[in-house]
T-cell receptor
Framework: AQSVSQHNHHVILSEAASLELGCNYSYGGTVNLFWYVQYPGQHLQLLLKYFSGDPLVKGIKGFEAEFIKSKFSFNLRKPSVQWSDTAEYFCAVKRSNFGNEKLTFGTGTRLTIIP | DTAVSQTPKYLVTQMGNDKSIKCEQNLGHDTMYWYKQDSKKFLKIMFSYNNKELIINETVPNRFSPKSPDKAHLNLHINSLELGDSAVYFC????????????????FGEGSRLTVL
């Protein structure tokens, strides 16, 4: 079974610091990759996704992620974080070209930005 | 206009009771899901329906029974509630094609926080 690992459980940064959140997955085939964000008290929203093509994908709010196939990784980055980025971030993976395949989420990384 | 709406948002009940959570989406999607988010924020899929047909059923106690009267609605009924059922339950939808999940992007509702006392 595929699994998704997010090794950083809680990250605390000051405003304007650079961010990188790790995500690794275990499935060896072709995958679709996602980062979702959950702001305090809100539902999950899609930040960005990778299906194919350029492994560096850009999402909303200045976030980007890089798919490195050889490392089974899809790390999320932002050059300069803001207080409003405080949220829970979830990486998710789906095996592509699989009918009815579920989206598997990582355990999430809590990001706290200190003003 | 809320795309995926769940009711109720909060539910506090006693052990042993039966409760339901309703979900509706107005995105025209044909696939809907229930996810459970525990106190550690871990999100785990419970069920998925495509065009009213059950397509994913994870290892969930049979006290949990989903019902999809049409492709825009997916309700979750829970019998004999236990303390461990306390969680936030998220409904989500996505666009599929002939039973396959087309894009993988899920649109989530705001969650229903269930507290079992």
């Amino acid at each position: 079974a595929q699994s998704v690992s997010q090794h950083n459980h809680h990250v605390i940064l000051s405003e304007a610091a650079s961010l990188e959140l790790g995500c690794n997955y275990s499935y060896g085939g072709t995958v679709n990759l996602f980062w979702y964000v959950q702001y305090p008290g809100q539902h999950l929203q899609l930040l960005l996704k990778y299906f194919s093509g350029d492994p560096l994908v850009k999402g909303i709010k200045g976030f980007e992620a890089e798919f490195i196939k050889s490392k089974f990784s899809f790390n999320l980055r932002k050059p300069s974080v803001q207080w409003s980025d405080t949220a829970e971030y979830f990486c998710a993976v789906k095996r592509s070209n699989f009918g009815n395949e579920k989206l598997t989420f990582g355990t999430g990384t809590r990001l706290t930005i200190i003003p | 206009d809320t795309a995926v709406s769940q009711t109720p948002k909060y539910l506090v009940t006693q052990m042993g009771n039966d409760k339901s959570i309703k979900c509706e989406q107005n995105l025209g999607h044909d696939t809907m899901y229930w996810y459970k988010q525990d106190s550690k924020k871990f999100l785990k899929i419970m069920f998925s329906y495509n065009n009213k047909e059950l397509i994913i059923n994870e290892t969930v106690p049979n006290r949990f029974s989903p019902k999809s009267p049409d492709k825009a609605h997916l309700n979750l009924h829970i019998n004999s509630l236990e303390l461990g059922d306390s969680a936030v339950y998220f409904c989500a939808s996505s666009q599929g094609l002939a039973g396959r999940i087309l894009t993988g992007e899920l649109f989530f509702g705001e969650g229903s926080r269930l507290t079992v006392l």
